[in-house]
């Protein structure tokens, strides 16, 4: 066993047979230019549309491309790989461009939101590890902003590092959830990596570790008098409640304010009731109530829809694993080689052919109105959402600041149509297939293989 | 922004709350020793057993456990931490015990798989991560062995890298369906870290960068003659057999043999058996078939149901995203604090007190018959699952190989009730609570707090 390069940069986060067909190209010297393109086949069921995310951990990714000396020295150990083989890999990066929706911007089935035009075997290595950035950010990206929707104007943190799927999971699902319109996460780690808030209470092993609950609320006062949000349903959710009441005018004496509380079980709207009414009652106005435990973007429209009086949500393991929908239909997929465009035609899986171009064309309030898929260089009505973020394998631009593809993000939302901006519903969006992109597929059906 | 420690290892893959409980801890002396457990509240509806997995990861995090400096100064700037906090930070090491069920034992609801006892801050930090690790690889491994229990003699191959949320959760699940009884991955970096065989073929872009399908089957078979897997449905599945067939010939003069064919659409077992018809005319009998694309445990029992010529799968999404059951209800929680039981009475969330055994009773064929789930030093009928594993924070023994661990997990199913070796039915497996146990609940629930 040897110990490699950290797990998200070793360019072994791949499968298999990249590396055979990467052998197989290299013998028959097949090093033409080749158009990939990332998409997503079909929605799932509970999603109407879709937020690209995970693009700039892509082109990092792309832009550190090389195996290092240990990788390179297990890759020959294993047989089937021949030395002049292994040697190519050593000097191969990736030189090619990148064509890219920003980050942050809606997206529908079937249009590319990442295309990769390079020397096949550059474009085809890094298939696996493309997909597995683009595919988990994206989808969490697109979960977290129903959650944005159900719950207008609420500070909404990610609580979901525990059950994400790893530490990648957890730290990157931070990035999606914000960049979609959250306030910030728990997630340490995200912090010090992408600069975003992080916000965090008390758990109930801190309330059990002392004898007494009230002993418990004051001591995390005192030790943390910034940020005094206490978790009151240990025990008893509204004898907890009574209880902070008490111990208010003792911690305002030492110039300590009690911002909130956290109910974490039960119906958090009944609670949330009798706990306003007991904070109210006791003078504690401004202490906010917020609330956690198994919430996605349907509890917090009901919350929202009975009007619980939370001011607060923290959303944990159903949107990190994006739990109604924990996989998107996408592939990437090889659309033109040595400048002849490909077609898959497999049953069910059959993609557009040729290096593609989206048109999105607004109302005059800016609303978006419907979207042409059609080839690259066809023209067409509207803005042009694919743009070149990568050119002969380095960035383009310094990366966007997250906070820049947060708003983008936004405007994104506010330029929905509003049948779009519900978490339920029937209404589609209109993506038409261009009549060139047709007739290039009919055309490639007649080709013989 | 500062570039920190790899992802897998460093301590601020954490919740923000653990850091201000621990400063909350240090400033009123809570050090006594606290023993949380970690356990799955309540089972999945479509599982009805689990297997544990990714203690060896824990112990790693446990073993490894440090801040380091760059850490500790980013700490130090966040404003709400104290200097002497962070001074004891930077000496904070894992001191504790751990006893845990091995790795692929079977386990039910309520029943504990780990069990730290430690100073109540290192037992505390550990709880974001020791979840993350555990509630994954087990989520993973419950969900690999139904797949090995639906395709029983069949070869199973990971291949969900692509669709796994992010780097680490593709490898891990790598490690977690191999010890649940698949043959291997397609994941590259799982062999040099953990031994697990390799599995791969070809994409449907290699076949497409050729002109001809025919000679994109030679080529790679020339290039990689040990291992001719060809991927025959990027256009026509009968049609491209029919080539297979008549390509065989060139490549034995060679000394090359087509070792399988892939099917990865449409609908897999009327086309594995028009195949398996098409080469077995054509003389390739000992070619096998193997097929990909959608599986899970509920397609691969259809297809062992209709007798479909497949000698072996390809289940990569499903598994890897567990995608019936994306997460595990599981807790860590603190059980005993000071050597004072504890209990949490939350709504919905109750959990039983005390540092706990189980208890597993066989039949005379050594059938598992049913598990107590009692306190700890209090005896029972039986084998007891929760054993030492670290002392004063070192690993007892060197670490189970993957192989024996494989080896356990599968003799646990042999050693599970008929009724559970099913992928459906009803039959619930009988876990107790024991008198003693009840007992020290319903006395914790009288107690002031």
């Known amino acids: 066993m040897t110990d490699l390069r950290d797990i998200e940069s070793t360019p072994l986060v791949t499968d298999l047979y990249q590396l055979t067909m990467l052998q197989a190209y290299f013998d028959h010297d097949m090093r033409d230019t080749a158009v990939f393109e990332f998409f997503v086949r079909t929605l799932p069921a509970q999603r109407r549309f879709l937020v690209a ?62 295309r990769v035009t390079a020397p096949l075997p550059e474009a085809q290595l890094v298939e696996s590890r493309v997909i597995n950035l683009l595919h988990f950010q994206t989808m969490i990206a697109s979960k977290a902003i129903r959650c944005v929707l159900a719950a207008p104007g609420k500070l909404l943190v990610d609580f979901g590092l525990r059950r994400a799927h ?65 978790l009151i349903d240990t025990y008893d959710t509204e ?6 009441v008490q111990l208010a005018p003792r911690l305002a004496a030492a110039g300590i304010t009690i911002k909130g509380v956290r109910l ?8 949330a009731r009798k706990v306003r009414r007991i904070l109210d009652d006791g003078g504690l106005r ?39 929908a924990p996989f998107l239909d996408c592939a990437y997929k090889l659309q033109e080689y040595a400048s002849r465009p490909r077609r898959k035609r497999s049953e069910g899986k059959a993609t557009w052919p040729g290096t593609k171009q989206v048109h999105r064309r607004f109302d005059g309030e800016g609303i978006m109105r419907g979207d042409v898929l059609g080839l690259e260089g066809q023209g067409g009505e509207g803005i042009t959402l694919l743009e070149p973020v990568m050119r002969a394998g380095r960035r383009i631009a310094p990366p966007a600041t997250l906070e820049a593809v947060r708003e983008h993000a936004a405007a994104e939302l506010a330029r929905l149509p509003p049948e779009l901006q519900k978490i339920t519903g029937s209404g589609q969006y209109p993506v038409t297939i261009s009549s060139a992109l047709r007739e290039l597929a009919y055309m490639l059906d007649a080709r013989p293989i």
């Open 53 to 114: 995310a995970g693009l700039e951990q892509v082109i990092g990714f792309l832009e550190d491309l090389e195996f290092g000396a240990q990788e390179l020295d297990w890759i020959g150990r294993q047989g089937s790989f021949r030395p002049e083989f292994v040697d190519y890999l050593g000097k191969l990066r990736f030189t090619g461009d990148v064509h890219a929706m920003a980050e942050g911007t809606v997206f529908f089935a079937d249009e590319p939101i990442l």
């Open 166 to 230: 790893g530490a990648e999971a957890g730290l990157l699902a931070a990035r999606a959830s914000y960049l979609a319109g959250f306030a910030g996460t728990a997630t340490v780690l995200a912090a010090p990596r992408f600069g975003i808030p992080l916000f965090g209470t008390m758990a109930h092993s801190f309330i059990e570790a002392n004898e007494v609950e009230i002993d418990a609320f004051e001591r995390f006062a005192r030790s943390l008098p910034e940020n005094v949000v206490l």
């Open 239 to 244: 004898a907890a409640a009574a209880k902070v």
């Open 264 to 271: 974490d079980s039960g119906d958090l709207g009944a609670h």
């Open 286 to 324: 401004h202490t906010t109530i917020f609330a956690s435990g198994n919430l996605d973007e349907f509890s917090l429209a009901r919350l929202l829809a009975e009007e619980a009086p939370i001011d607060g949500f923290g959303v944990g393991t159903r949107m990190d694993t994006s739990s109604d």
